[in-house]
């Protein structure tokens, strides 16, 4: 069985441009959710998505969204880079939501200069 | 807004040495508490949880765990570590908040066991 797949593995950014995320979640699941992972600020969660529809949403700012499609598979998109979100962007797919067994992907490492 | 605090940022320890890696959370209400484990060159992976019911919940590879509501704590235990327990661990807790719930973490630990 297939684990959680996140494209890119990394990016690299200027200041100012946007950026999509990819993450491709276990079949069978139904929710995926993104988390950014910074040294100073550990782990954060972002949004989850359940069947398509944003269910739970982080205190990230506006910039952040994310999509899912029918086929689970969920993009997170960045617009506006600020040098401060550079990080390692991690995504978790799960059958039902947060609270049951989360998988991790590896994660995209982003780089904004 | 809710937090999670994890006291310890680096413990080491030697092989067969007792653990206790604390976690205290900052919400009052109802929570479903999680330990992570990412252990070096692997994802992160559920090591255990807790939902309601006993307050000691055993989860993979001999960890266990303590739900102290007084306390707003959910450490970590394990009697004997192995060197195979080398990893970073974090807790975490989901909380309600404007109509939606979020997955709050830990800054993790990281453990290094000697051999």
């Known amino acids: 069985k297939a684990g959680v797949t996140q494209t890119p593995r990394y990016l690299i950014k200027t200041r100012g441009q946007q950026v999509t995320l990819s993450c491709s979640p276990i079949s069978g699941h139904r929710s995926v959710s993104w988390y950014q992972q910074t040294p100073g600020q550990g782990l954060q969660f972002l949004f989850e998505?359940?069947?398509?529809?944003?269910?739970n949403k982080g205190n990230f700012p506006g910039r952040f969204s994310g999509r899912q499609f029918s086929n689970s598979r969920s993009e997170m998109n960045v617009s506006t880079l600020e040098l401060g979100d550079s990080a390692l962007y991690l995504c978790a797919s799960s059958k039902g939501g947060l609270v049951e067994k989360l998988f991790f992907g590896s994660g995209t490492q982003l780089s904004v200069l | 807004a809710q937090s999670v605090s994890q006291h310890n940022h680096h413990v080491i320890l030697s092989e067969a040495a007792s653990l206790e890696l604390g976690c205290n959370y900052s919400y009052g209400g109802t929570v479903n508490l999680f330990w992570y484990v990412q252990y070096p060159g692997q994802h992160l992976q559920l090591l255990l949880k807790?939902?309601?019911?006993d307050p000691l919940v055993k989860g993979i590879k001999g960890f266990e765990a303590e739900f102290i509501k007084s306390k707003f704590s959910f450490n970590l235990r394990k009697p004997s570590v192995q060197w195979s327990d080398t990893a970073e661990y974090f807790c975490?807790?989901?909380?309600?908040?404007?109509?939606?719930?979020?997955?709050?973490w830990g800054a993790g630990t990281k453990l290094i066991i000697k051999p």
């Open positions: 998505y359940f069947s398509e529809t944003q269910r």
């Open positions: 807790y939902f309601s019911g």
């Open positions: 975490a807790v989901t909380s309600p908040g404007e109509g939606n719930y979020q997955l709050i």
